[in-house]
Structures are given as structure tokens and as C-alpha cells.
């Protein structure tokens, strides 16, 4: 695991991820209201108690107890919890280049030479996120078996966090504690599809929109063009997708624009192609729009490849 790991920092939220992965187990007894927002890593919340309301890319969710909400890295979300109950919940930030990485098998010997199935491929940690845009719904609830034992899986972690310094090879039992939460909650979901639950509240003209909008990054998506393609008028379209998102139209086009251009250039992708792949067709303006929203230029990634 990453040196700056510090399972003792407070909980923050922030838009960034200096390390692995980051667990918490939080219980407020506060309003919570927090702005429309994104993250570049891949967020999971185990929500235990309170009366909250999650929002995912235009769908709100009202939870119930052991509900899991899993958001995919670049989703835009806000959560609200009224203080009256409190908010408990574990959350896990984990980067998605960790869970590529923790998901590749070394070649091991299980027995008389046979070598472990899977060797020459990664197995999927990241399955769950990718369900999300498949099931159209960021919601997970499981049965009772399963919910238990995804509990002792984050308290397992969370215990061998805590006892960091005590334990022998604690890097290790960290490493494996994170891998079997990761394993056991992947199956989970590859086992039983039919627990993605559709279950917000959402309008349905804002979740084509961004379905379209999602779809169509490289292709003309100025404002007349979408209204015209959903038979809206424009000024109403940008009043309940700004109601819905917390974005203006153009605002989430240009965020869902620079970090697709981002992640391709990260990919090795060059940076002229892919600023025209994700809908840029003037370079210099590209790159201003890129140092605006990242701080970085396009070289900046580049250069760190």
C-alpha cells in the first residue's frame, strides 16, 4: 500500500486521491448538504443509518439501511442527511488503476505444476462500477446472507487498519483484507444482477440527455442540437437538467469533455487526438479549457506517462 496511506486522517472530502485507497467508518449527527461534485477515483459507501438522499448523475436515491451506493469514478453525485437521524456509513475510495493493478494474477503454482487459473488475464475488481452504466442504477441491496458478510469484510479491514502498527506484516494483511472486500463484493454483484435496484427518483428527459450526451462527446452537442434532438425547447431543457445536476448543459459537457481527454492521454493517447476524440476541434482552446479545469496542460500527463 501507498507510504502516505494514514487511516488516522480525518474524513475529508476531496476531489483527489494521494494514495491507494482511503477507508472510513463515519457516524454524524449533523445536516449534510453537500455540493454537486466528482472524484478521479471510485467510491463505495455501505450506508448503515439515517435519513439520506443520494444523488448519482441526475437519479436520487432515498436509502434504507445496508444499501450500497457505488459510484463510479468522473460521476457526478450529492448526498443530503438531515441531522435528526445521524449518518452512518463506511466509505471506500479506491483508484481505479489500484484495482487493475490488485486485480492482475502472478504466475503461482497451486499443485504438481498446475499453474493458478487466471494467470494470463486480470480478473475484474471493477466489475461493480462498470454494472452501474449496464443496470442504469448506482443502488445495490443484497440479502441478508450476503449483507452480513460484506459487513465483516469492512470491519476486517477497518480492524486491521486500526491495529496497523500492533500486527505482524500488517502491509500485507491490508493488502489481502482490501482484495477479499473487493472479491467479495465484486461476486456479489456478479452473482446477483438482479440486486442493482431501480429505485430513484429522476426525470427521464435528464437521464437521456446525459445518456445522449455521454454517447455522443466527439460529435456536435451544442445546446440547439440536443433540444432539437429531444424536441425540447432549450431554455427548458438548461432549467431541469441544471435543476436535476446541479451542471449547466454546456458546464457538463466540458467536465465529461477534458476528463475523457484526460484519461485518454493518460492511456498514452496523444494529446491532439485525443482533444478531437472527446469533441475539441481548436487545440489552443482545448488547452485552455484543459489548464482551467485540471490545472495541469495536456503535456503535464504527457510527461508522466
Known amino acids: 500500500m501507498s ?54 448523475e441526475g437519479r436520487e436515491y432515498e436509502l434504507r439501511p445496508y444499501d450500497i451506493v457505488i459510484v463510479p469514478h468522473h460521476s457526478i453525485h450529492k448526498v443530503t442527511a438531515s441531522a435528526k437521524e445521524g449518518y452512518e456509513r463506511y466509505v471506500l475510495y479506491v483508484k481505479p488503476e489500484t484495482l487493475v493493478r490488485l486485480g492482475k ?11 493458478l487459473s487466471g494467470k494470463t488475464k486480470d480478473h475484474d475488481l471493477d466489475l461493480c462500477f462498470n454494472m452501474t452504466s449496464k443496470t442504469k442504477t448506482n443502488l445495490v441491496h443484497f440479502d441478508a446472507g ?28 491490508i493488502h489481502v483484507s482490501l482484495i477479499q472486500l473487493l472479491i467479495g463484493l465484486n461476486e456479489a454483484c456478479f452473482k446477483h444482477p438482479d440486486a442493482f435496484m431501480e429505485k430513484a427518483r429522476y426525470n427521464r428527459k ?7 450526451i455521454m454517447e455522443h462527446l466527439g460529435d456536435d452537442l451544442s445546446i440547439d442540437k440536443i433540444s432539437d434532438e429531444f424536441y425540447i425547447s432549450k431554455y427548458h431543457m438548461m ?8 451542471y449547466s448543459v454546456h458546464q457538463y459537457i466540458m467536465e465529461k469533455r477534458i476528463l ?13 487526438s485525443a482533444s478531437i476524440e472527446s469533441g475539441f476541434h481548436d487545440y489552443s482552446s482545448f488547452c485552455k479549457a484543459f489548464r482551467k479545469a485540471t490545472g495541469k496542460l495536456p503535456s503535464d500527463y504527457v510527461a508522466n506517462i
Request: net charge negative; aromatic share 12%.
Open 3 to 56: 507510504e502516505e496511506f494514514n487511516p488516522s486522517v480525518e474524513y475529508e472530502q476531496k476531489g483527489y486521491l494521494n494514495c491507494d485507497f482511503r477507508l472510513f467508518h463515519i457516524d454524524e449527527s449533523k445536516a449534510i448538504d453537500t455540493p454537486w461534485h466528482y472524484h478521479d477515483f471510485d467510491k463505495i459507501v455501505f450506508f448503515l443509518r439515517g435519513d439520506v438522499q443520494y444523488a448519482v
Open 105 to 115: 494474477t502472478q504466475e503461482v503454482t497451486v499443485h504438481e505444476g498446475k499453474k
Open 146 to 173: 450476503i449483507t452480513s458478510e460484506l459487513m465483516d469484510k469492512f470491519r476486517t479491514l477497518e480492524d486491521v487498519i486500526r491495529s496497523e502498527e500492533d500486527l505482524y506484516c500488517a502491509g500485507l494483511r
Open 206 to 212: 435528464v437521464i437521456d440527455i446525459i445518456d445522449y
Open 239 to 246: 432549467r431541469i437538467f441544471k435543476a436535476e445536476t446541479g
Open 260 to 272: 475523457r481527454a484526460r484519461d485518454l492521454i493518460i492511456a498514452g493517447e496523444p494529446a491532439m
